[in-house]
């Protein structure tokens, strides 16, 4: 932390302040000090917890909805299953296992890890080393091999670094990070109006664009449209494109000042789905969605799945029906109207599993 933060106050004295997308870059994926470069961040012990991780009947049912999805393609063989940001491993290891119910499916299956962390992609070959599926590993998208595929991004985008503008002296200017008098880093707004932004604003409103998450939602769909397939994303954020700052920094399950402490907290943003479903349509795919977790779960079979395996293994029953409720549920500190799914398909694809209750459409 101490050689990150202080390597990103030399960068601001020899260039001047640095935007705040920049910032995360350097923060979340520098090669040595980055925070995902170097650590397993997940789980009770670590800093935030995601579906997989609460519960296998996450990835088992995101399986099950890949077996179907395989079979509207037309069962090509071999199908690119590519997960962007794998964490752990944990989702594809369940989804793999799940998916030996359709063995024509996982016989034509070939996994690809879209990872950026080292440290992670050598947990995700540990987690995934029985699985028997051919799994190989790519830095992007665009490394992973062609052909149709299943594409699954959970609390992917999130990650993807977001640019902010800020309102000020009647003008939007980029907002970057600075050294203030006291040493810190700290937010400011830039010198320089961007006059291209349209969006009507009063001092101080927070504008955010995701460049990189419009880029790989382009590229992804361009991809899709092109040679067949289809992508699950599933994040949190909002359906409809409004001024607001969500930049968010978690260290051991508590929020944090994004700026305290670079290399050492989580720092994600919300997705907005609006802007990604233009991205996608611009490409020439088509999109389902933005829909809650909670429905999505919900359509594909969670609670069948919830009794199943409580009846399989009756003394976990009760840890089964906690982990569903907390997936689906749309109280606060449960995740179903938290975060969403959304899809980015070939056109000629019927309506994904899921999706077809029109909730949200
Ligand atoms: N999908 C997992 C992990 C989510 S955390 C889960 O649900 O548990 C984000 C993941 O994306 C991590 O694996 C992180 O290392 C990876 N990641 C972040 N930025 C990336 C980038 N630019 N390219 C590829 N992977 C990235």
Redesign the pocket.
Known sequence: MIELAAHIKAIVAEEGPISVERYIEIA??HPEHGY?MNRDP?GAAGDFT????ISQMFGELIGLWSAEVWNAMGKPDPVRLIE?????G??MSDALRAARIVPEFRAAIDVTL????QT?AEIQHETLLTAGAPISWAA?LSEAPEGPAIIIA???LD??PVRQYVRSHNRWRERVVWVDKSGQLGFAPGRQPEPFIQAPGEEGDILEVNPSAHRLVYELAGRVARQGGIALFVDYGHGVTSIGDTLQAVRGHRIVNPLAEPGECDITAHVDFAAMARSARAAGAAVYGPIDQGDFLQEIGIDTRTRALGERTPDRAQEFEEARKRLVGKDIGEMGALFKAMVVANRSLPVPPGFDAGAGR
């Open positions: 979340l994926t995902y997940f995601t579906a997989p991780e962007l940001g794998p964490g752990r944990t989702l879209v990872e950026v962390s992670l992007s959970n609390e992917f990650a993807l």
